[in-house]
């Protein structure tokens, strides 16, 4: 397709499990983003990767999280014994431009997490 | 600690007239700003950016306006549309930043048919 995808769009999981996220980006963009929303927020930032070099990763919640990029296109956000707090939507954004170079960010529909 | 802030929550606005959403900011860092529409159940969809070498930018029926003294800006939809109805964020990156964004918290426009 031409827009971002995620999958999946809905994740319920109980606490404590491991979950894993996808995104496929806009093919051929260099830089991939993921971010948390939480209910009545905006997003905030967790990650960033610049093909497969993970640059920035200050946004992290905890070593519980942890993200991939291995061949610079397809990402997988991993999320580890999680917990109620983990609840949230997962949105992934690409862009074409690298970091610096003002492109906006195109993002995916989100995965909606719900830990019971 | 909240460097973008949109302090309107909800704004209604009657078909064909104009709408005005507002966004201030806190981090004189940032040089790159964009406007985001979100349905319910989507994803955030870009609609228009600034560059703050500019203080207007244009597209169609929006336009964002950027007062950097005052830190500042705002998005204009002319006429406005029932289909505009969403929730409208304000967004900013750092200059030399690797452009991660820092999201205001929305407005949710409502357009009165």
């Known amino acids: 397709g031409a827009g971002v995808s995620q999958s999946p769009r809905y994740k319920v999981a109980k606490r404590g499990q491991d979950v894993a996220l996808r995104c496929d980006p806009i093919?051929?963009?260099?830089?991939l983003f993921w971010y948390q929303q939480a209910l009545g927020q905006g997003p905030e930032f967790l990650t960033y990767?610049?093909?497969?070099?993970?640059?920035?990763k200050s946004g992290l919640p905890s070593d519980r999280f942890f993200a991939e990029r291995p061949e610079g296109s397809v990402s997988t956000l991993k999320i580890q014994r999680t917990q109620q707090e983990d609840s949230a939507v997962y949105l992934c954004?690409?862009?074409?431009?690298?970091?610096?170079?003002?492109?906006?960010?195109?993002f995916g529909d989100g995965t909606r997490l719900s830990i019971l | 600690d909240q460097q973008v802030k949109q302090n309107s929550p909800s704004l209604s606005v009657q078909e064909g007239r104009i709408s005005i959403l507002n966004c201030d900011y806190t981090?004189?860092?940032?040089?790159?700003f964009l406007w985001y529409k979100k349905y319910p159940a989507e994803g955030p969809t870009f609609l228009i950016s600034?560059?703050?070498?500019?203080d207007k930018n244009e597209d169609g029926r929006f336009t964002v306006f950027l007062n950097k003294s005052a830190k500042h800006l705002s998005l204009h939809i002319v006429p406005s549309q029932p289909g505009d109805s969403a929730v409208y964020f304000c967004?900013?990156?750092?200059?030399?930043?690797?452009?991660?964004?820092?999201f205001g918290t929305g407005t949710r426009l409502t357009v009165i048919p």
């Open positions: 954004a690409s862009s074409d431009g690298q970091g610096g170079s003002n492109q906006p960010q195109h």
């Open positions: 093919s051929g963009h260099v830089s």
């Open positions: 990767f610049q093909n497969e070099a993970q640059l920035d």
């Open positions: 981090n004189s860092m940032f040089d790159y």
């Open positions: 600034i560059s703050s070498i500019k």
């Open positions: 967004a900013a990156s750092e200059v030399g930043g690797a452009n991660n964004l820092f």
